[in-house]
């Protein structure tokens, strides 16, 4: 009797469409974790240039604290800790979906290193231009918007590029509070077949990911060339 192999392109060919029909839950995830993520890392980093010492005390230790806190305990946390309070304040535990305390732990741990990219790239930009917007007595806040924040967005381009793909990558953790994403569903397949197909659903995964890796590297890439006239 002949040994089944442990991977063949026809496994492959089954299984990958079936991830596929999951891959709208883990687009949908990534694509509000990264607008919740960006615009608590840009509250973190506008708190850190703060004039008062106590706002950006607590803001360096908000992006400390998360960079070391593992995105796993976050969910977690979440997940458990929102079922908690729900239930202390005597309401249904589905009034909050198990979606939506993904998004909001996806966020919040990766909402620092957003923070880092957008104080760094703010750091980067030629600072004559910025003691330009001073002499001319043009407003802070219309300089920074109009002069400094696009500048900062296009440096800032690269790492971003990096950040979103390893958010998509967080997305395969949301498995743990029984979420289906293309990383569950890999798994469901891999029990299924009791374990004859597990080498081909966590290829199958890889090969996904990938290619969404390589569809962030070409998008970032085309606006990073197309914007890089603002930087000259």
């Known amino acids: 009797m002949n040994a089944q192999p442990l991977l063949s392109f026809d496994d492959l060919l089954f299984i990958v469409p079936k991830l ?24 973190a980093a506008v708190l850190q240039f703060s004039r008062l010492l106590l706002l ?23 997940f458990f ?4 309070i729900l239930s202390t304040l005597g309401l249904p535990a589905t ?31 030629d600072i004559g231009q910025k003691e330009a917007l001073r002499s001319l007595n043009i407003p802070w806040h219309i300089g920074v918007l109009r002069v400094i924040f696009p500048q ?15 958010l998509v990558k967080m997305t395969s953790l949301v498995n743990i509070i029984g979420i ?20 081909a659903a966590f290829i199958s995964v890889i090969l996904i990911y990938w ?14 060339k197309k914007y890089q006239y603002l930087l000259e």
């Open 20 to 43: 596929l029909e999951n891959l709208s839950v883990t687009l949908g995830i990534t694509f509000a974790s990264l607008l919740l993520g960006l615009a608590l890392g840009l509250l």
């Open 56 to 78: 950006r005390l607590l803001a360096k230790a908000y992006t400390d604290v998360l960079r070391g806190a593992p995105l796993a305990l976050l969910i977690l946390l979440f």
């Open 81 to 84: 800790g929102g079922k908690l």
């Open 95 to 125: 009034l909050i979906s198990d979606t939506t305390f993904a998004i909001l732990s996806i966020s919040v741990g990766i909402s620092p290193y957003f923070a880092e990219m957008m104080r760094s790239a703010w750091n980067a930009v």
């Open 152 to 166: 900062g967005l296009i440096i800032a381009i690269p790492n971003f590029g990096n950040l979103l793909i390893n």
């Open 180 to 199: 289906v994403d293309i990383f569950g569903r890999a798994q469901k397949i891999s029990q299924n077949s009791y374990g004859a197909k597990q080498v």
């Open 211 to 224: 290619l969404l890796n390589i569809i962030i590297f070409y998008l970032t890439g085309r606006i990073e």
